[in-house]
């Protein structure tokens, strides 16, 4: 109420929750919540305080990264679609990179290099490239899957790692702030999304690199990843597939 503010933006449950009512008791004139993901977890009660906080005396217009998430908005949680506004998100230039240094950061990782950035939840699909690996076909040069990213799965991903049958290996690098310097290093950005994604950043990224992307045709990712026009798209949890669709760009990789 000091700062007299003439914008609120929220981003997020909790924070939309919190931040709208401070909004309304601090009179605040225009008031932006920002929906990034679809949130399956969100319990009843949950979804009847979005639909409540969704009145116009207590939100202006409720943001969506992407058409799934809009959907999501109005199917799943029930917000009004007048209120709904969907606005892609950008992405930031890439940083000054290039493909010695970000392999020499990776050692002994060597190409072909496939990459995976984000966290390392179950969400994110990482148990599944796994799995892919796999599934290679025979004859392929050894791939190296190199995870980026920290979570709650990274110790079940290392023992899985760790058990991996086959002449491909994986490499988890942990959490990294400039993620995007090592893309120069990838032949191929794999994004094996199971649960959700609101749009997937990565992918943005890894084609803004020039990279060749496979991703998991789920949430908003079907917005970013063309089918075989920007990328190619496999079902969600789908191993063989996933391992299909990696062996046909490692094979051409032009």
Known sequence: ???RPDVLHSHGHVAGVLGRLASAWARVPVVVHHLHTMDPTLRLRHRQLERLLARPSLTSRILCCSQAVARHARC???LPETRIRTIHNGIDP???ADRRTALRRLDPAAPPIVGCVGS?????GQEVLIEALQRLPEGLEPVTAVL???GPDRRRLEAMARSLRSPHRVLLTGAMLDAR???PAFDLVVMPSVGREGLGLAALEAMDAGLPVVASDVGGLPEVVLNERTG???PP???TRLADAMADILRRPD
């Open 76 to 78: 799943d949680l029930g």
């Open 1 to 3: 109420q000091a700062e």
């Open 148 to 150: 980026v990213g920290d």
């Open 237 to 239: 949890g789908n191993p």
């Open 120 to 124: 390392l939840q179950a969400h994110k």
């Open 181 to 183: 310097a090592l893309l």
């Open 232 to 234: 190619l798209l496999v």
């Open 94 to 96: 890439p940083p000054q």
